[in-house]
């Protein structure tokens, strides 16, 4: 198990398709964790931004995506207990 030492960043973007190039410079040799939605567009996201963050030198990247019945980070967030957000994110991610 990877010990966090410090809070990690998050990066919203508007859409699964959306992240670009340009912004994966920022998070060079750091661990990403990507939260895309439930579903075949956050899967094909997932896919393209993880491509894209190795691609420019991110040193891990994870996945989390949320358990059912949740479609996404928010509805997870409203609809659980807020703070098992970060902690379900931190402990059930994977790498890819």
């Not at 949320?66 to 957000?85: G, S, T, V």
Request: with cysteine.
């Amino acid at each position: 198990s990877q010990q966090i030492t410090a809070a990690p960043a998050v990066v919203a973007v508007p859409g699964a398709g959306t992240f670009k190039r340009e912004h994966a410079a920022a998070l060079r040799d750091k661990a990403v964790i990507i939260a895309f939605d439930r579903d075949t567009a956050g899967d094909t996201g997932a896919a393209r931004t993880a491509e894209i963050l190795h691609t420019a030198g991110v040193r891990t990247v994870f996945r989390w995506t949320p358990p059912p019945p949740y479609k996404d980070a928010r509805e997870y967030h409203d609809r659980a207990e807020p703070c098992r957000l970060m902690d379900s994110i931190l402990k059930n991610r994977n790498r890819i």
